[in-house]
């Protein structure tokens, strides 16, 4: 397959499902083979297949807990040996699993496990991909930041902290890395229709017309709009683009009126 990304390797992380299975599909449209991981292990190995078969790139899973150093540094080293080493690393694995209560009142190693998934996890594996991408003079690093690595809310401290922390380590690693043809940014996604999101609306966990009224564009965000903004961030033509952090929230951010009535809202579904 020819494309912008043909023969470079590109890994992702949480590509079993939402916006990783997303933007793994829109990486091999691109050309790239994908190295593909997830904690779960048959998904992803299945998830791999169905990929390689669909879009006729070379696709290889491998199950792996981002927490833990030597799941890791099993998991790239078997799949540089299967593909190559590593020009593309998309850092999804994540969890938004706290009890929204303070800090104070929540068991402690929910913080920690938030932090060791979303910031330990992506400093490990751009550790372990970033000497192959200086070899190659060619690298693209993408984080999966939040709003909530831009602004805070209340009683979610561990998942504001960790999206915080991205941030300064996209940063970081920009900073480290410019001279050697690595790009390294975060992308900042609102509030998304993942599979995750949609199964905690349906069970009335979380309003969708709610947050969709507070977001300026009147909806949530789709995981493709997302991995668009990913897949451009990995084109070899973005790198003149480093250390940035894109918003991709329908206005969130932005927003800082106390409520004003800003107008009719789209169909659900509503591009």
């Excluded at 104070?104 to 938030?114: A, C, G, N, S, T």
Aim: hydrophobic share 45%.
């Amino acid at each position: 397959m020819a494309g912008t990304l043909a023969g470079r390797v590109a890994l992702v992380t949480g590509a079993a499902s939402g916006i990783g299975l997303v933007t793994a599909r829109a990486l091999g449209r691109m050309g790239a083979a994908l190295a593909l991981v997830d904690l779960d292990s048959d998904r992803i190995t299945a998830t791999a297949k169905q990929i390689e078969a669909e879009l006729g790139v070379r696709c290889v899973g491998e199950g792996c807990d981002v927490a833990d150093p030597e799941a890791c540094a099993k998991a790239h080293a078997a799949l540089t040996d299967a593909l190559g080493p590593i020009a593309v690393l998309v850092s999804c694995a994540g969890i938004n699993a706290q009890r929204i209560e303070p800090l104070h009142e929540q068991p402690f190693d929910l913080f920690e496990r938030m932090i060791a998934i979303h910031v330990h996890g992506s400093a490990r594996m751009a550790a372990l991909c970033v000497p192959a991408m200086r070899g190659q003079r060619f690298g693209r690093i993408v984080h999966i930041s939040s709003i909530l690595g831009l602004m805070a809310l209340p009683w979610r401290a561990g998942y504001t902290t960790a999206k915080h922390a991205l941030v300064g380590l996209t940063r970081a690693l920009a900073l480290e890395n410019a001279r050697y043809g690595i790009t390294v940014n975060a992308v900042a996604p609102g509030y998304v229709l993942t599979p995750v999101l949609e199964e905690r609306i349906r069970r009335g966990i979380l309003d969708y017309e709610r947050y969709a009224e507070r977001t300026p564009v009147g909806r949530w965000g789709r995981p493709e709009e997302v991995a668009r903004v990913i897949a451009f961030l990995c084109e070899p033509a973005s790198g003149f683009i480093t250390g940035a952090v894109w918003p991709v929230d329908g206005g969130w951010t932005m927003r800082g009126d106390p409520g004003d009535d800003l107008g009719p809202r789209p169909e659900r579904d509503g591009g």
